[in-house]
């Protein structure tokens, strides 16, 4: 992937994206905005264009590493490194979204990247990008971490496909779980089925370090009532 900006000098107008963090070698490598075909690689790049998000193609589908590019910085960080998470399951990170300005972004993956990460199925992920230690990282909350099905407390979220809606800003996202996430019934009186297509919708009512939970939408889109923080809620 390569940037053309027509601000820059002649000699620096064509830049690589795709570049391997320092950490990984720093090679250019072949990739897709977002996660490729069926991804979400209109969300892939920021408002200004300071941001890519992209996964290296590595010719088989999802399985290459999800990165992000801030070419203000020169700098490129992977999301889907593990952080406390046991690296179990298969590596399958794709992109859904991210803000209008590329501070934070949304994947889905199969591997165990954070501790309290469920052991199968795909769990959503929060990445918010900060500077760490003078160099760009990704900060990683599992959004559905916590299932609440009480005939099967080892269910897992089990998130689906790409997500029904992220606002530009990226304090609300709404997706779809087969996993039970939020026990309580939504304002039409509807509740979340385990094994079914519920859809539900995280808000982050605090700030972009304090992440919430999701909470589960009514059939014609209307929120039930507030959340708790930190715990999801489903839709029909």
């Known amino acids: ?41 209109e969300r892939a790049i920021s408002a200004d264009g300071s941001r890519v998000f992209w996964t290296e193609n590595t010719g088989g589908g999802l399985g290459g590493g999800l990165y992000v590019r801030d070419t203000s910085r020169g700098e490129t960080a992977r999301l889907d490194e593990v952080q406390g998470g046991f690296g179990t399951g298969e590596a399958k990170p794709r992109f859904l979204g991210a803000d209008a300005d590329g501070a934070v972004a949304y994947f889905t993956d199969t591997q165990n990247l954070t501790a309290d990460a469920n052991e199968s199925g795909a769990d959503l992920y929060r990445c ?35 997500p029904a809606g992220i606002s530009a800003d990226g304090e609300s996202l709404y997706f779809v779980a087969e996993g039970v996430l939020d026990a309580r019934a939504n304002r039409e009186g509807g509740s979340a089925a385990p094994g079914q297509p519920n859809l539900y919708l995280w808000r982050d009512r605090r700030s972009a370090s304090s992440p919430r939970s999701p909470k589960r939408t009514g059939a014609t889109g209307a929120c039930g009532s507030p959340p708790d923080p930190g715990a999801p809620s489903p839709s029909t």
Not at 24 to 33: H, I, L, R, S, W
Not at 140 to 150: G, K, S, W
């Open 128 to 162: 918010a990008v900060v500077v760490e230690g003078g160099e760009l990282a990704c900060e990683l909350t599992d959004l559905t971490a916590r299932t609440v099905n009480p005939a099967d407390p080892f269910e897992s979220a089990d998130v689906q496909g790409l």
């Open 1 to 41: 992937m390569y940037e053309w900006s027509a601000d820059l000098p002649p000699e620096a107008r064509l830049r690589a994206l795709s570049v391997l963090p320092a950490g990984e070698g720093g090679a250019t490598v072949k990739a897709d905005p977002g996660s490729g075909e069926g991804s979400a690689a």
